[in-house]
Protein backbone atom coordinates (compact mmCIF):
# COMPACT_ATOMS: atom_id res chain seq x y z
CA UNK A 1 0.00 0.00 0.00
CA UNK A 2 1.53 3.46 -0.98
CA UNK A 3 1.56 5.70 1.80
CA UNK A 4 2.86 9.75 2.23
CA UNK A 5 3.18 11.47 4.97
CA UNK A 6 3.88 15.22 5.45
CA UNK A 7 5.60 16.78 8.13
CA UNK A 8 7.29 19.89 9.03
CA UNK A 9 4.02 22.70 8.63
CA UNK A 10 4.46 25.49 10.88
CA UNK A 11 3.62 29.02 11.74
CA UNK A 12 6.85 31.42 10.59
CA UNK A 13 7.10 34.82 10.50
CA UNK A 14 7.67 36.29 6.77
CA UNK A 15 10.99 35.71 5.24
CA UNK A 16 11.91 33.09 7.44
CA UNK A 17 12.45 29.24 6.28
CA UNK A 18 11.11 25.57 6.93
CA UNK A 19 11.68 22.10 5.58
CA UNK A 20 8.79 20.15 4.86
CA UNK A 21 9.19 16.37 4.57
CA UNK A 22 7.81 13.25 2.93
CA UNK A 23 7.58 9.96 4.58
CA UNK A 24 7.07 7.41 1.26
CA UNK A 25 6.44 4.13 1.63
CA UNK A 26 5.17 0.52 -0.40
CA UNK A 27 6.33 1.69 -4.02
CA UNK A 28 9.93 2.12 -5.34
CA UNK A 29 10.33 5.35 -4.10
CA UNK A 30 13.75 6.49 -6.41
CA UNK A 31 11.23 5.38 -10.11
CA UNK A 32 8.96 8.03 -9.84
CA UNK A 33 8.50 11.42 -10.33
CA UNK A 34 7.89 13.05 -6.82
CA UNK A 35 5.59 16.60 -6.27
CA UNK A 36 5.13 19.24 -3.99
CA UNK A 37 1.44 20.71 -4.41
CA UNK A 38 0.52 23.31 -2.63
CA UNK A 39 -3.55 24.86 -1.79
CA UNK A 40 -4.18 28.19 -0.64
CA UNK A 41 -7.15 28.90 1.27
CA UNK A 42 -9.61 29.80 -1.14
CA UNK A 43 -7.87 28.96 -3.88
CA UNK A 44 -6.94 25.71 -6.79
CA UNK A 45 -4.18 23.78 -6.47
CA UNK A 46 -0.70 24.77 -7.08
CA UNK A 47 2.10 22.62 -8.03
CA UNK A 48 5.53 24.03 -6.42
CA UNK A 49 7.82 21.29 -7.25
CA UNK A 50 8.17 18.06 -8.99
CA UNK A 51 11.53 15.94 -9.28
CA UNK A 52 11.90 13.62 -11.90
CA UNK A 53 13.40 9.64 -10.99
CA UNK A 54 16.84 11.00 -12.77
CA UNK A 55 17.07 13.60 -10.00
CA UNK A 56 16.33 16.61 -12.44
CA UNK A 57 14.14 18.86 -10.44
CA UNK A 58 11.13 22.04 -11.98
CA UNK A 59 9.48 25.12 -10.14
CA UNK A 60 7.27 27.35 -11.73
CA UNK A 61 8.43 31.11 -11.50
CA UNK A 62 6.53 31.58 -8.14
CA UNK A 63 8.53 29.46 -6.14
CA UNK A 64 11.82 29.44 -8.52
CA UNK A 65 15.18 30.64 -6.37
CA UNK A 66 13.29 30.38 -3.19
CA UNK A 67 12.34 26.49 -2.81
CA UNK A 68 14.15 23.59 -3.33
CA UNK A 69 13.25 20.15 -3.48
CA UNK A 70 15.34 17.12 -2.86
CA UNK A 71 14.84 13.92 -1.92
CA UNK A 72 17.14 10.75 -0.05
CA UNK A 73 16.71 7.69 -1.75
CA UNK A 74 17.94 5.32 0.83
CA UNK A 75 15.28 7.18 3.59
CA UNK A 76 12.54 6.94 0.83
CA UNK A 77 11.74 10.79 2.01
CA UNK A 78 11.35 14.06 0.18
CA UNK A 79 12.22 17.28 0.98
CA UNK A 80 11.34 20.73 0.31
CA UNK A 81 12.95 23.88 1.46
CA UNK A 82 10.97 26.35 1.35
CA UNK A 83 12.99 30.06 1.84
CA UNK A 84 12.37 33.79 2.12
CA UNK A 85 8.75 32.65 2.94
CA UNK A 86 5.76 35.61 2.59
CA UNK A 87 2.56 35.04 3.38
CA UNK A 88 1.52 34.63 -0.37
CA UNK A 89 3.02 31.18 0.70
CA UNK A 90 0.70 30.19 3.54
CA UNK A 91 -1.23 26.92 2.23
CA UNK A 92 -1.55 23.40 2.57
CA UNK A 93 1.41 21.45 1.05
CA UNK A 94 0.90 17.83 0.01
CA UNK A 95 3.66 15.35 -1.46
CA UNK A 96 2.26 13.34 -4.70
CA UNK A 97 3.62 10.42 -6.18
CA UNK A 98 4.01 10.61 -9.81
CA UNK A 99 1.88 8.19 -12.67
CA UNK A 100 5.15 8.01 -14.56
CA UNK A 101 9.45 8.53 -13.95
CA UNK A 102 8.93 11.91 -15.27
CA UNK A 103 6.58 14.91 -15.45
CA UNK A 104 5.56 15.49 -18.72
CA UNK A 105 3.58 19.15 -17.91
CA UNK A 106 -0.40 19.08 -17.99
CA UNK A 107 -2.65 18.75 -15.31
CA UNK A 108 -1.07 17.71 -11.84
CA UNK A 109 -4.04 15.42 -11.26
CA UNK A 110 -3.62 13.91 -14.04
CA UNK A 111 0.32 13.27 -13.39
CA UNK A 112 -0.50 12.21 -9.55
CA UNK A 113 -1.78 8.96 -8.51
CA UNK A 114 -1.72 9.12 -4.17
CA UNK A 115 -1.26 12.30 -2.53
CA UNK A 116 -0.52 12.97 1.38
CA UNK A 117 -2.74 14.28 3.95
CA UNK A 118 -0.83 17.33 3.50
CA UNK A 119 0.88 19.74 6.57
CA UNK A 120 -0.33 23.17 6.85
CA UNK A 121 2.05 26.38 6.37
CA UNK A 122 1.31 29.87 7.85
CA UNK A 123 3.56 32.64 6.97
CA UNK A 124 2.25 35.56 9.77
CA UNK A 125 3.50 38.60 11.11
Known amino acids: EVQLVESGGALVQPGESLRLSCAASGFAFSTYAMYWVRQAPGKGLEWVSV???????TYPDSVKGRFTISRDVTKNTMYLQLNSLSTEDTAMYYCAKGKYAYYAGGDIRQATSHWGQGTQVTVSS
Open 51 to 57: INSDGGR
